[in-house]
């Protein structure tokens, strides 16, 4: 598949008349879709090509949906918006602790895919602010390169979990409530809720910690919301001590 100035949009589902739907609103905004019906058709395509984001059914009828998650989050950095099952709201945590960059339930307006499409790759293409690292102890921040590490060891987070912690550590030590944080990943006009942003920051804190033991890094302000604590002053290589 040659490359255009266009995003490729790769759907994994069996349901054909959500994808035909979903083709047409991507393609009127400079995406390219292409849909795999199957697991097995859907590793075919990986083999040989990567797209910018993955649409991912979890209901598949080769495969589990879950699994194919955890392996494809694994083996790539690609953004993936899971559609969950009818009325299962309550598995965002899960699908947020796999990897997934977005969840939405059947049944949903197609456009909420677009909107969620749209701010995802948007935060992969924006252009990053130059050479900003922050140095919390032996936990490093790089805002430039998207990379975490602990004692020069990376900790892999989703591309969502990356902006929050960056949003954190550029207020450091300031409480930031969550309609502050949904308004400063997702914009003020795309939808977020305060639940997402407690099912990322609890999958966050999960990774720093298995990563580096307990920590403090991520607390909770009880009422109001969260904040990125360093424990000392938190340096930059960019603009000093903060």
Known sequence: MQRTNQFYVLM??????????????????????????SGDETWQLLTTWKPDLIILDIVLPDSDGWEMLT??????????????????????????????????????????????AKVILRQETSEPKP??????????????NFQVTYKGRDITLTLTEFRILGMLVLH???????????????????????????????SLRR??????????YIQTVHGVGYRFASGNKLRSSMSGIL
């Open 207 to 216: 990774k720093l910690a298995e990563n580096i033991g307990e920590h403090e």
């Open 131 to 144: 050479s900003e690292i922050f140095q919390a102890g032996d936990l490093a921040i790089n805002l430039e």
């Open 12 to 37: 994994v589902t069996k349901d054909l008349e959500m994808a035909k739907v979903l083709k047409t609103l991507l393609e009127n905004d400079c995406f390219r879709l292409y849909r795999a019906a």
């Open 172 to 202: 450091s030590e300031q409480t930031l409530n969550r309609a502050d944080i949904i308004e400063m990943i997702w914009g003020k006009n795309l939808k977020g809720t305060t639940r997402s942003i407690d099912a990322h920051i609890h």
């Open 71 to 116: 392996q494809i989050k694994g083996k790539t950095d690609i953004p993936i918006i899971v559609v969950g099952k009818n009325g299962e709201e309550c598995e965002r945590p899960k699908a947020l602790a796999a990897g997934a960059d977005d969840y939405l339930i059947k049944p949903f307006n197609c456009r909420d895919i677009v909107e969620s």
